[in-house]
C-alpha cells in the first residue's frame, strides 16, 4: 500500500520561532505542495503566526503557552492525513529527510529520525540522550537510538490511540515511543543529519536535564513497572541475605534489619506484579479530551473548539 500524498500531513509546534518559520514552511510548500502542512503556534509573543501564515500553512493557535507536547497534541486533533510528520520549528530538520521517513510507511507504525552524537547542541547532552536511550532500550525491551528526537512520521490512527497518554512537556516522544512498543507496534530508526540552528535560541535548558530524566522514570514505570521494580527488589533480597549470612557467621544471630530487608523486597514484587496488571488494563483505555486552540484564518477569522 502506497499512501496518497495528499493525506500527508507536517505537524510544526513552535514558540517564539519568528525568525525561521517562514523559511521552514516555504521550503515545505515548494517541496511537497500536496502535503498540509499545519503550525501549531503554542502562545507565541511574537509574529511567529502571521509569519507562519503568509509562507501558506494552516495555523492553529494556543491562548497561551502550554507546551510542546500540548502543541503536538492539537496538531495530532486538526490534522487530516493518514500520515503525521512531526518536525520542529527551529530550522534544525532538514526537510528533504521527510521522504526517507515516509519510505518505511506503512511498513512500520512510526519512523523516527535518529540524531548522531555529533550533531548533539553539546557534549553534555550527548552523554544524557544516550543514558536515556539505554535505559529507555532496556525497559522497552527494544533498541531505542534516539528517545527524544521530534522528527518522526507516525500513522494518524495510531497517533489518535496515545493522544490521551501524551503529556503537555517535552517528553512526548518518550511517551508515544514506549507506548507504542509496548503496544506491540514497530518502530524504525532512520539515521539522519540535524542542521545548525540559523536564529533564535534553544527553550530547552541545562536544568531540565533532571527533571527530564525524572520524567522518563515516571513514563518508563507507567508502560514497564515489572522492569524497574523487579531489580529493586531482587537487589534488596539480596543485600538481606548477605547481611544475615554476614551476621550470623560474625554473631550468630539474625539482624532486624536482615528482616527489614526481605519483607521490603517481598512487598516491592507485589507492587511490581499489581502495577504491571494496572499498565495493562490502562492500553485499553482510550482518551477523548478536547483541544485549546483557535484556527488562524487568512481572513483573520478564528474558529474556536467546541
Not at 503568509?54 to 503557552?65: C, D, I, T
Not at 540535524?194 to 535560541?201: S, V
Request: proline letters at 4%; a positive charge; one cysteine or more.
Amino acid at each position: 500500500m502506497i499512501f496518497n500524498e495528499s493525506k500527508i500531513s507536517i505537524v510544526i509546534p513552535v514558540y517564539n520561532e519568528v525568525d525561521s518559520i517562514h523559511n521552514i514552511v516555504s521550503d515545505l510548500k515548494a517541496r511537497y505542495p500536496a502535503y498540509e502542512i499545519i503550525v501549531i503556534n503554542d502562545g507565541s509573543t511574537d509574529n511567529t503566526a502571521a509569519e507562519a501564515q503568509k509562507a501558506g500553512a494552516k495555523v492553529f493557535s494556543h491562548p497561551y503557552n502550554i507546551g510542546n507536547g500540548a502543541a503536538i497534541k492539537s496538531g495530532i486533533r486538526v490534522a487530516t492525513g493518514d500520515i503525521l510528520v512531526f518536525m520542529d520549528g527551529d530550522g534544525q530538520h532538514n526537510s528533504e529527510n521527510i521522504a526517507e521517513l515516509l519510505k518505511y510507511l506503512p511498513e512500520y507504525d512510526m519512523v523516527v529520525g535518529s540524531r548522531a552524537n555529533a550533531d548533539q547542541a553539546s557534549l553534555g547532552r550527548a552523554l544524557g540522550n544516550t543514558i536515556y536511550n539505554r535505559f529507555a532500550s532496556y525497559v522497552a525491551k527494544f533498541p531505542i537510538k534516539d528517545l527524544t528526537s521530534g522528527f518522526r512520521a507516525v500513522k494518524s490512527n495510531v497517533a489518535r490511540n496515545f493522544l490521551y497518554l501524551l503529556p503537555n512537556t517535552y517528553s512526548y516522544p518518550t511517551t508515544i515511543t514506549l507506548g507504542i512498543l509496548r503496544s506491540g507496534l514497530s518502530v524504525k530508526y532512520v539515521p539522519i543529519r540535524i542542521l545548525k540552528r540559523k536564529a533564535g535560541t534553544s527553550n530547552i535548558r541545562l536544568a531540565d536535564g533532571v527533571r527530564f530524566f525524572m520524567i522518563i522514570i515516571r513514563i518508563c514505570t507507567l508502560f514497564s513497572p515489572m522492569r524497574i521494580f523487579l531489580p529493586v527488589s531482587v537487589t534488596l533480597f539480596l543485600m538481606g541475605l548477605l547481611n544475615y549470612l554476614y551476621t550470623y557467621v560474625m554473631q550468630n544471630r539474625f539482624t532486624n534489619m536482615s528482616v527489614f530487608m526481605f519483607v521490603a523486597s517481598i512487598i516491592i514484587f507485589m507492587m511490581s506484579l499489581i502495577s504491571e496488571q494496572i499498565c495493562q488494563m490502562r492500553f485499553e483505555r482510550r482518551g477523548g479530551d478536547r483541544p485549546i486552540l483557535k484556527y488562524d484564518s487568512p481572513d483573520n477569522g478564528t474558529l474556536g473548539s467546541d
